[in-house]
């Protein structure tokens, strides 16, 4: 194809992908706010604007130049090479944040995203997809990770552990005498249409991750890469459909999406590596993994509401062990060794970083809001505007 | 004058209301509440996790009617409000002191 008409084609190719990225923004806030009870929907859905606007900024000024060191592209626009890289960065905060819903305050989590969004993540970018501060060192990575399993879902994932170790649970979760209080979901259409608009965006997250698709090759590859990603979202909610069921004769619409972002999360890694059935075992072992994390993670008193550490860090770390599992290739540097190297050293770094981040902002501003502001609601202590106020509050 | 208050299944409502009217008794306030007797709560499941339900969602009715109504109005509503299985609640009848109707100033029997 003529040099000028592929420069065009994947141009437009990657800033269709941004937008579809972009729909996992409403994605995130509608999956949270119908996950959290009534008194914390305004909150949580501030803080995912929150996370877009800043994060985003934080990635132009700063963030980019660390991650690839300068603009600029030889196969596509610049800006629109730009704006498919920062499509990514808000998801990798949102994970962070949604874990730690109704107890966090809005200000001192806004000012860990700008860290995370211009140095942490874009230092795991580097090291991962960009120029690479680690090449010839014995850390260099030869991990491959198509569009994030462990660069975004489990970088995002470890921030959030880290998170919740200094936030702590919602206020009476953990009962003193054992067990745990279940926190129901407030709205679960809402939680639907958010997990849905998630699905979607992930085909601009995987099939955009390609790189390129004007030619055939590169057209074939995006069309595997989004059909593999779609068929582990399927596998991932039949899955844990059928494991709900059999553990406890119910089937809960919150487990069964889970399940299928757990799925979509666990084929990230390498979509295009595989053939068109292998996903379906991925994405069902990723949704199954979902079943079991949410109360293991209960077990260990991690209070996360929306299951963010079940879907985003364990699946992060799964899907990118599958690519070693069953697209190793050692004359192409896959191997399983690599891949697991890649987890590790990523869980290190973005573990430790964001530990001693959120722990000094916490020593100035404290994270979590106080035992009043938490049973009134943080809707009207943070934001002052209720997100229902014309239906009774439900405590 | 007897004030009647009942305590049904919300699905009940239009069977009770339409019970009443067809005797003739017109007039009624409802609220959305929530209460368990005998029935106690049941159990849901969320997210792996199962959890008790103690208070269900109920109808309360609440009328007034002269003295020669009480028995009757008892009656339909314990007849329309009935499925035979527990949780069909309960009706609670006691004296009224004294009542105004706001637009005219009618007062007690006038005013029912």
């Not at chain 1, 690839?68 to 090479?81: C, I, K, L, P, T």
């Not at chain 1, 770390?317 to 697991?340: E, H, K, M, N, Y």
């Not at chain 2, 019970?19 to 007797?37: C, H, R, W």
Request: with cysteine; proline share 3%.
């Amino acid at each position: 194809m003529e040099a000028q008409t592929a420069y065009v084609i994947d141009t437009f190719f990657a800033l269709f992908a941004f937008v579809l990225i972009i729909f996992m923004v409403p994605g995130f806030a509608m999956l949270e706010a119908g996950l959290v009870r009534t008194k914390n929907v305004t909150a949580v859905l501030m803080m995912n604007t929150m996370i877009y606007a800043i994060a985003s900024m934080a990635f132009l000024l700063v963030g980019y130049s660390i991650a690839f060191g300068s603009f600029g592209s030889d196969s596509m626009s610049q800006w629109a090479a730009f704006l498919f890289q920062m499509a990514f960065v808000g998801k990798v905060i949102n994970i962070m944040s949604g874990g730690v819903s109704e107890r966090a305050k809005i200000i001192p989590l806004t000012i860990f995203a700008v860290v995370m969004s211009a140095v942490i993540y874009p230092l795991v970018v580097n090291v991962s997809w960009g120029s690479d501060i680690l090449a010839d060192t014995f850390l260099d990575l030869s991990m491959y990770d198509l569009a994030g399993s462990t660069v975004i879902h489990s970088t995002g994932g470890w921030a959030l552990l880290a998170a919740i170790l200094i936030i702590g649970a919602r206020k009476g979760r953990y009962p003193k005498n054992g067990g745990v209080r279940v926190i129901p979901a407030s709205n679960i259409p809402l939680v639907t249409l958010g997990g849905f608009l998630l699905w979607i965006g992930w085909f601009g997250f995987n099939g955009g991750s390609v790189g390129s698709i004007a030619s055939k090759e590169n057209a074939d590859a995006v069309a595997l890469t989004i059909l593999n990603t779609n068929t582990a979202g399927l596998a991932g909610a039949i899955v844990s459909g059928i494991l709900m069921y059999i553990t406890y004769k119910k089937l809960d619409i919150t487990m069964v999406l889970n399940g299928a972002l757990g799925g979509l999360v666990a084929i990230t890694a390498g979509p295009d590596l595989y053939n068109i059935y292998q996903p379906i075992l991925i994405g069902g072992i990723g949704g199954a993994l979902v079943v079991f994390a949410v109360p293991m993670f209960d077990k260990l008193k991690l209070d996360d509401p929306v299951g963010a550490l079940s879907v985003h860090l364990v699946n992060g770390i799964w899907g990118t062990l599958a690519v070693g599992i069953f697209a190793s290739s050692p004359s192409d540097g896959i191997t399983f060794t690599g891949q697991l190297k890649g987890v590790v050293v990523v869980a290190v770094f973005a573990f430790i970083s964001s530990y001693i981040v959120l722990f000094t902002i916490n020593k100035l501003i404290p994270l979590k809001v106080t035992n009043d502001e938490e049973l009134e609601g943080l809707d009207v202590n943070e934001c002052g505007v209720e997100a229902y106020p014309e239906f009774k509050r439900a405590f | 004058m007897k004030r009647i208050e009942a305590v049904i299944k919300p699905f009940k409502l239009e069977d009770v209301k339409d019970a009443l009217t067809e005797a003739g008794i017109t007039g009624m306030t409802v609220s959305d509440v929530k209460g368990y007797g005998r029935q106690q709560g049941h159990s849901e499941l969320y997210r792996g996790a199962e959890y008790v339900v103690d208070f269900l969602p109920k109808i309360k009715l609440d009328l007034v009617v002269s003295e020669e109504d009480v028995d009757k109005t008892v009656e339909i509503i314990a007849n329309a409000a009935k499925t035979g299985k527990i949780g069909d609640g309960k009706i609670f009848v006691s004296p009224i002191e004294r009542i105004v109707r706001i637009r005219t100033g009618e007062e007690d029997e006038e005013a029912i």
